[in-house]
């Protein structure tokens, strides 16, 4: 080892004997520098993270590779030196991993340069160390297999030149072979097993930071067979001129038998899949103790099916291998009772037929382009969950978050598969366990009406249907015990009043056959009950499967512990109607909305009757505005019943429609919420720690004025990091950044919190000030810094707070608003209210009949009230804005509303899961001067690391022949040497 370490430290001082390893470490420093600041666009993509150095690392090193190994043998070839190597007592194998490890050093020197790249990303931001480490190790590994090409190849020729041509074209097949340029003509399989022989694609697992000994294998395999290849190649030369003897058969059977051990090792361990390490922080690539524990509740077999076609969006398609890893670690961690199948459903009708039928999968058109020609491919890409009779589905829309990479491209990414999925088993497991019965989980009746022409007026096809949606609502009644029934009417049976009506509620509209059809019919369906209505959709397939499944669909909606209620209050609004052209008027909340639908059942209430519905188990208020005393006692009460309200409001409203103005606005929560304790401050937070915002100023031209939008640094959008986050709750797992936008200071008075627990969220930065004036556009020419003058009292604000525990009543000792009589003049409450001084309060008679409320004075333990002061920041115009600045799906608020949600409800098992995904990691604001001074602070230190190189190098001499006596032989010795090796021979 000794000797092998001598002819390594030969080698690597022989490369700075000349300047070209400066050369060739400086060229490859300011490649990478200029991919990743302008090609890869580091600060306009927003993120804290250094994929966009390890995603050109395998073209680099092909490059830097072939240049350092292409003179190792030619050169020894040309000098007529090589012989003299080879009759020397060192052997081949010797000779070749010395300078293997000097290659590799010099390499590894190159890649330390880079190290102040990612060091500068966490100074900026929260970075990720796991996939910095697995990036800097795949790449020595990936390097190590290129060299040892780049020595085989170097051993075959005299020509350097011929050498570095060959060598960066084997490198390049490796890379090739798993690339998606090349995968896409062989569809998912035929893909997989090519990126089996890819080192790109090997790379790449490696740099997301899961470290799989089959990756690694897979380099060391190819090291090891070209640097057995190079020493062989050797040995045949030391033999050229000799007869063929047993040594030499020897040889050939060592070295044969070690490449196929090699490759048959590969083979094996594909099949070996519980091998890995995951590096990321919250081990986001790993199922998690919480999924563990809920595959432990299984008691029958559990199905997950993924049917994915062989030909999908090629942007899809690498995601198909890390989704089967994942699946198979639920199958691992299942003991037994997980089944894991992927099918390609063109490749099975039935299963194709069952999917569509029973399931509702079907394929989905992507729209793809290559160099010849654009087309629509239809292709599936969905995941099922089956135990027992129960089953959910996952599409892609539900799997995965697409981001901008770069000016021009996409990044297709899974957004939180173990999320999905272990909701799903949730779910089904949930339901089984109730015996498989939705109407026992449902528990109250429900109606279904089916608003149906008469058999004359529908076509042929819808006919046949509306039987069997007769006989199946028959059969559904019989197992309901009387908590299902049905009706059919027909809407033009009363001269069109309830064709108009239900127009009016619903939006359903007579149904036509064909676009020139004169006849018209109706064929719509709904279910509903305790104050709740769901549409069920007509089956594509106007099949009874198809009926059944989106009954059975439409009925989960109404089940208790299956999906949990959210009543959502906002204030009202004009929807838009991109169709005419009209935007909406007033704040719109639709991305908030579905996200809230996909996950629970979601009740839009506007609060006038007084009453939350019954069947809510969290009540979300978004932008409250005036709210009467009727709807703030329907707040109050829900409080009182132990239940959760969550509040986003401030005394600031701000339009976004054509322009940004700002506008004091009264909730009515403001008594309300200082009679419990939090005061909202009449007064925005500033904070120099900011997000950007698209400010519309104006430019004087010559006496002309210009309108333009600048993307500018905004105080007025508070960008919280987890320094101004308080974790102890849980309430914020998995959050990095959420912006707070045009928020208002929270004050808790202690006095009144006694005895109740008090949970601190959202702070701003301690730098951040307060200003009550409602001119919210910067002003650059005064204020040159941040736009805004900048106030002298500075701090930590709270604008985020929990408050647990027993909460008594605002309108304690004071008549119930629901009671006739009752004044209805604001928040402030009824003057000279009678006093009860009970828990409870009876029936008040009056002229029109007898009418019941019932007030409840104090809450259990279990109330809770979370507030976050801004009006704006689930907004949907605002969640856009963040995402267009991000270039990706802004996350930060929806995360927070559902993080909030699952903590309200306790359901801790999903929020531990929710919180391990891989959600945007943005980098601190910062002003463009900034941006240039980092980036020219990496190419200052890249390069000062190479002079330093050079002084070091400098400074401890190349004197190579006063190191190395013993390999610098004379000629007769070497003759000498030839001699005996021959007789040898």
Known sequence: MSTVLRIAGKEFDSFFSSPI??????????????????????????????????????????????????????EERRAGTLEFLLTSP?????????KFIACLALVATGLLLTLPLPVTVSMLGPLDWGPVAGGYLASLFLAAA???????????????????????????????????????????????????????????SITRGVIDLRDFFYYLTIMGVFLSLNVYSLEKIRWAGNPGNARHRRWRLAVGLLLANLVVANIWLGAVDFLRLDLTQGRIYSISSATRAQLAQLREPL??????????????????????????????????????????????????????????????????????????????????IQYGDQFETLGFRELIEVKAGSETELEVELRNPEYDITRAIKKVLARYQGGGDIFAAIGRPVEFTGYLSPVAALPEELVALRTELEQLLAEMADKSNGLFTSRIVDPEADGGTLAEQIGND?????????????????????????????????????????????????????????????ALHTPPATPPMPQIGMPGRGPQFHILREELAQEHNLLNTDLESGRVPAETDILLLAAPEELTERQLFAVDQFLMQGGTVVLATSPFQIGLEQAVVVNRQRSGLEEWLRFHGIGLGEEMVLDPQNSAFPVPMERQVGGFTVQETRLVNYPYFIDIRPDGMVPDSGLL???????????SPLAVDESVQEGRKVLPLLYSSAESWLSADTMIQPDFRR??????????????????VAVEGRFRSYFADKASPLLAGAETTGADGPAGAESAGQDGREAVEEEAGLRFSRQIDHSPESARLIVFASNSFLNDTVIGIGSAVLRSSYLGPLQLVANTVDWALEDRALLEIRGRAHFSRTLLPMSRESQLFWEYANYFLAFAGLLLLWLLRRSAGRGVQRRFPALLASRPLAKANTQSMGREQ
């Open 733 to 743: 797992t998995g959050l990095q950044q959420l912006t707070m936008n045009w928020a």
């Open 90 to 98: 060192v052997p081949p194998a010797a000779l070749v991993l010395g």
């Open 303 to 384: 199905l997950i099916r993924g049917y994915f076609s062989p030909q999908t969006h090629p942007l899809l398609a690498p995601l198909v291998p890390r989704l089967r890893d994942l699946a198979r670690e639920y199958q691992a961690a299942g003991a037994g009772q997980v089944r894991v199948e992927f099918v390609d459903p063109l490749e099975h009708p039935e299963l194709e037929q069952e999917a569509g039928q029973r399931y509702g999968i079907k394929p989905v058109p992507f729209q793809t382009a290559s160099k010849y020609q654009a087309a629509v491919t239809n292709s599936y890409f969905d995941l099922l």
């Open 506 to 566: 619903y939006g359903f509209r007579p149904l036509v056959v064909g676009l020139f059809a004169q006849r018209s019919f109706w064929f719509s369906m709904t279910l509903s009950g305790g104050g709740q209505t769901v549409e069920i959709p007509l089956p594509e397939d106007l099949t009874r499967e198809g009926l059944e499944r989106d009954l059975n669909a439409g009925l989960q909606r109404f089940a208790a512990g299956v999906t949990r209620t959210v």
């Open 21 to 74: 390893a400066y050369i060739f470490l400086g060229v490859f420093l300011a490649a990478n520098l200029f991919i990743f600041f302008w090609v890869e666009t580091f600060f306009a993509a927003n993120l804290a993270e250094i994929r966009p150095l390890f995603n050109w690392m395998p073209v680099l090193l092909i490059f830097l590779t072939a240049a350092v190994t292409m003179r190792q043998w030619a």
């Open 783 to 800: 204020y040159p810094q941040l736009g805004f003058a900048i106030g002298e009292e500075q701090g930590r604000r709270l604008i985020g």
């Open 146 to 204: 290129y060299i040892a090409i780049g020595l085989f190849v170097s051993g075959k020729s005299d020509n350097q030149i011929v050498s570095l041509i060959v060598t960066t074209l084997l490198c390049s097949l490796f890379y090739l072979l798993g690339s998606e340029l090349f995968t896409a003509f062989f569809g998912n399989r035929g893909g997989e097993i090519l990126q089996l022989f890819g080192s790109g694609s090997r790379f790449e």
